[in-house]
């Protein structure tokens, strides 16, 4: 049993790296098609750049909580994506809903009707990454979750003697020696 435990947090583990890296090609391609909507002097390109750069950290951060097996990576990879997720979510939907309105705030240089095309593969892109972040972040919670579980986090495994443990459980330990009359 322990051994097929190992192959699934082994496999989850592949499933994660993968969809991180998904996540990677998904929003540089992003970042190269609000690229070629010519948007740099729009404080809102802009900002659509910086989601899909803090969308790229997201993703580097949850390779790295993997290789490091840290809580740091780990916490900033969570905080990382979930932003990012929410904003993507929220972009897409803007851009679905309402792309000429959306594309006459990024004050573009291109053509309307390029734009508009250009603009709602970029929204599906969003969408995409929407999805794939979710995906990420219940990957990342389980495979923590079974960590802990399998007690191969150090923080929390009480089966250590450097003094982490459960206080009660070391009290008790620490009682056993003393007679009965000494207790009283």
């Given at each position: 049993?322990?051994?097929?435990?190992?192959?699934n947090n082994n496999k989850k583990h592949?499933?994660?790296?993968?969809?991180?890296?998904?996540?990677?090609?998904?929003?540089s391609s992003c970042i190269f098609l609000?690229?070629?909507?010519?948007?740099?002097?729009?404080?809102?390109?802009?900002?659509?750049?910086?989601?899909?750069?803090?969308?790229?950290?997201?993703?580097?951060?949850?390779?790295?909580?993997?290789?490091?097996?840290?809580?740091?990576?780990?916490?900033?990879?969570?905080?990382?994506?979930?932003?990012?997720?929410?904003?993507?979510?929220?972009?897409?939907?803007?851009?679905?809903?309402?792309?000429?309105?959306?594309?006459?705030?990024?004050?573009?240089?291109?053509?309307?009707?390029?734009?508009?095309?250009?603009?709602?593969?970029?929204?599906?892109?969003?969408?995409?990454?929407?999805?794939?972040?979710?995906?990420?972040?219940?990957?990342?919670?389980?495979?923590?979750?079974?960590?802990?579980?399998?007690?191969?986090?150090?923080?929390?495994?009480?089966?250590?003697?450097?003094g982490n443990g459960n206080g009660k459980?070391?009290?008790?330990?620490?009682?056993?020696?003393?007679?009965?009359?000494?207790?009283?």
């Amino acid at each position: 049993m322990g051994l097929n435990v190992i192959n699934n947090n082994n496999k989850k583990h592949k499933v994660f790296i993968l969809c991180n890296y998904i996540l990677l090609g998904a929003a540089s391609s992003c970042i190269f098609l609000t690229l070629s909507l010519r948007l740099f002097p729009s404080l809102c390109g802009a900002l659509l750049i910086l989601l899909h750069v803090f969308t790229i950290l997201g993703a580097v951060s949850g390779c790295a909580a993997v290789s490091n097996g840290t809580n740091r990576w780990y916490s900033a990879h969570m905080v990382f994506n979930v932003l990012t997720a929410i904003f993507q979510g929220s972009v897409s939907v803007l851009i679905f809903t309402t792309t000429s309105t959306f594309l006459t705030r990024l004050d573009s240089y291109v053509r309307e009707e390029d734009g508009a095309v250009i603009l709602k593969l970029a929204g599906g892109l969003g969408a995409v990454i929407f999805f794939l972040e979710w995906l990420v972040l219940t990957l990342a919670f389980f495979l923590k979750y079974y960590d802990i579980v399998e007690g191969n986090n150090n923080t929390n495994n009480t089966n250590n003697n450097n003094g982490n443990g459960n206080g009660k459980v070391q009290q008790d330990e620490h009682f056993k020696d003393w007679s009965l009359a000494s207790k009283l």
